[in-house]
């Protein structure tokens, strides 16, 4: 097609900013299905990379962006108190139970909250380093990206004073057979031989961690570390960016843990579809400094609003119960691929947060990760967007929009299905997969 949309976008589209496993082009959307340029319609189970947390044209979304535009026209509240803001932070800290004496502070991604996040603890504690884990994805700007440790972001240098550990993987342990207690030993020596634990500001978790490869943590290790952690003064920082806020199945994924965390950050999914990020933090690290953390259009009343509406919709409409619901659907069906696929390693996840780890071998794990790539593809082909996690870009994963229906579960795992199989068969070629770089 001449001028088609996919010849614009590389013509006029920088490739920085580009995520690619598929030749996918989106002219509209509805519900839980994009629809492309030609008219096809394929369900998304990717959901904006969780961005899309009640699928597309929500009418609360709708209703909430027009009252936003028309009723409160705030641009933001960096210079005055608007209505809308402040009803979004009292909603925000009404979900967050640990959130006794703490604050709000609004931005546009989960980027710039765990950005803002770190600054702030820095400036507030007085603390210069920080504990991460590697395969972490905490943002793609500066800040953020420094503490972070996902393998496409290997062009950005460390943050001084970070200090990383493993993250406890049941399925690939760093040595013997407990995941924890290695992390644990890894933790100890650190912390006596490397790097005094009353210099550590903040440890920043991630209690599903979703770009390292969906790895759920082995029970009571989250729970632990940051008791060990808590004992030496260093603050809890719960990223909730991209599985929290119901997809779990579960208002925030720390509760799954068991962790009570200091500061909370969110995004993607808190203005399902539209810029906003948040942090939920003590009020002596939030009021530390006045004009210490501006960006011009925070808190304006279009992003606050939908926000607003997000959070209402989940509550009012079950949406928490039916994230538990088509996640054990979904998991379900695909640990009955695994026993009919070898390729699929292990099945891992909570409510709509799920992966499957693909390996050549299960003996040796040995990762497929062109393998994967092929599965995406044929996924796409076969009618349904998702794409790939992992340190090894090795786990297909599914953060759907969380209004998925029954039927639309069923759906995803006939397509997965048969992805799977045609790439285990032979299906899909290498030069097929060639085109898109991926991560």
């Known amino acids: 097609m001449a001028n088609s949309l996919l010849e614009r976008d590389a013509k006029f589209l920088a490739g920085i900013g580009k995520l690619r496993t598929y030749p996918l082009t989106i002219k509209n959307a509805r519900g839980n299905r994009l629809i492309e340029e030609n008219g ?6 990717s959901g904006a990379a969780g961005a899309a947390l009640l699928g597309y044209g929500h009418p609360a979304v709708i209703e909430a962006a027009r009252r936003g535009f028309t009723e409160c026209a705030s641009a933001s509240d960096m210079f005055g108190a608007s209505e809308s803001a402040v009803a979004l932070a009292e909603q925000l800290l009404g979900i967050v139970p640990e959130a006794t004496d703490h604050k709000v502070w609004f931005g546009h991604s989960g980027s710039d909250a765990n950005d803002t996040a770190m600054r702030a603890i820095t400036a507030a504690t007085g603390r210069k380093r920080f504990l991460s884990f590697y395969g972490a994805y905490h943002g793609g700007v500066s800040g953020s990206m420094s503490v972070s440790s996902h393998p496409s972001q290997q062009h950005t240098l460390p943050r001084a004073g970070l200090v990383q550990i493993p993250y406890a993987n049941p399925y690939r342990p760093i040595s013997g057979d407990d995941a924890a207690k290695a992390v644990f030993d890894y933790l100890d020596f650190l912390f006596t031989c490397g790097c005094p634990p009353d210099d550590i500001g903040a440890l920043f978790i991630e209690p599903l961690q979703s770009d390292g490869g969906m790895l759920v943590p082995p029970p009571g290790f989250l729970k632990e570390l940051t008791e060990r952690c808590r004992a ?4 809890i920082v719960s990223d909730e960016v991209k599985v929290g806020l119901g997809r779990p199945g579960r208002w925030h994924c720390y509760q799954a843990e068991e962790v009570i965390p200091d500061v909370v950050t969110f995004g993607k999914g808190l203005g399902s579809g539209v810029p906003i990020s948040a942090i939920v933090a003590p009020r ?9 953390a501006l960006i011009t259009a925070t808190g304006n009343s279009v992003s606050t609003c939908v926000a607003s509406a997000a959070l209402t919709t989940i509550e009012n409409d079950g949406l928490i119960a039916n994230a538990t619901a088509r996640g054990e659907q979904i998991m379900d069906g695909l640990r009955a691929l695994q026993e009919r696929h070898a390729i699929i390693g292990e099945v891992r ?8 780890e693909l390996v050549r071998d299960r003996l040796t794990k040995e990762p497929a990760t062109i393998e994967a790539a092929k599965v995406i593809l044929r996924g796409y082909q076969l009618g349904a967007t998702f ?3 992992g340190m090894f870009s090795n786990v297909p994963e599914l953060t759907p929009p969380l209004t998925l229906t029954e039927a639309e579960a069923d759906e995803a795992i006939a397509i997965i299905g048969q992805a799977v199989d045609d790439v285990e068969n032979g299906r899909v ?3 097929e997969v060639a085109a898109f770089a991926g991560w």
Do not use: K, P
């Open 349 to 356: 996840g909570r409510g709509l947060a799920i992966g499957f």
């Open 284 to 292: 002596e690290i939030m009021d530390f400094q006045e004009a210490f």
């Open 40 to 45: 096809r319609e394929v369900l998304d189970l």
């Open 387 to 389: 794409t790939y996690v």
């Open 429 to 431: 070629s290498d030069d």
């Open 232 to 235: 030496h003064g260093i603050l």
